[in-house]
């Protein structure tokens, strides 16, 4: 059975999971069509260092920047409306390539278009993110968003830190307003 995470207390997937290695963090959420647009959500991954910046740009994960310079994380491509069952975007990990720099992975969640189309997240029902062991496919933990933020449109859902030879993963749930780039410009 999965873990449901809290906001501000930590976990050891590590410990959860011994011999832990491959790891997906999966994106979910319900289909919504507001002001005649699909809302479509986009996962991303910033890995960080000590300093809680990125440790190069191309440390950025998203949809223009598949996967990380150490080959240790892929985004696999992106959802456009939150379709189907199970999660709908995934970004795979391998964390024994993860470089030694890189302390913190942070992941986030940002609407597509959000200004444009006005889009929040308090357009959206039923998001969360998880992650799963690659191995066997089976959910290690989970965050479901439970606030309705109604004026943001970017999200730091969760972060993995290093904990010496393990790995922490915490729920976070901090929003910001000004999409994606508000991130980059806090992260570079």
């Known amino acids: 059975m999965a873990i449901q995470l809290e906001k501000r207390k930590p976990i050891s997937i590590i410990k959860e999971k011994p011999g832990l290695n491959n790891i997906i963090a999966g994106l979910g959420w319900d289909p919504a069509t507001v002001n005649g647009h699909s809302v479509d959500l986009d996962l991303s991954l910033f890995m960080l260092g000590a300093d809680g910046k990125l440790v190069e740009d191309e440390y950025f994960i998203f949809y223009n920047n598949a996967t990380s310079p150490d080959g240790s994380t892929h985004y696999p491509g992106d959802s456009r409306g939150g379709e189907g069952e199970g999660d709908d975007e995934v970004i795979n990990i391998e964390l024994s390539k993860i470089n030694p720099k ?15 189309r006005v889009h929040n997240f308090g357009h ?50 901090q929003a910001f307003s000004g999409g994606l780039n508000t991130l980059v410009e806090l992260y570079q």
């Open 124 to 173: 959206v029902q039923n998001s969360y993110i998880n992650i799963r062991n690659a191995a066997d496919n089976s959910v290690l933990c989970q965050y479901k968003l439970q606030e309705n933020f109604t004026n943001e449109d970017s999200l730091i859902i969760a972060s993995i830190s290093r904990n010496g030879g393990a790995w922490d993963v915490e729920a976070l749930g």
């Open 102 to 116: 890189v302390e913190f992975l942070y992941f986030a969640v940002t609407i597509d278009q959000c200004e444009e």
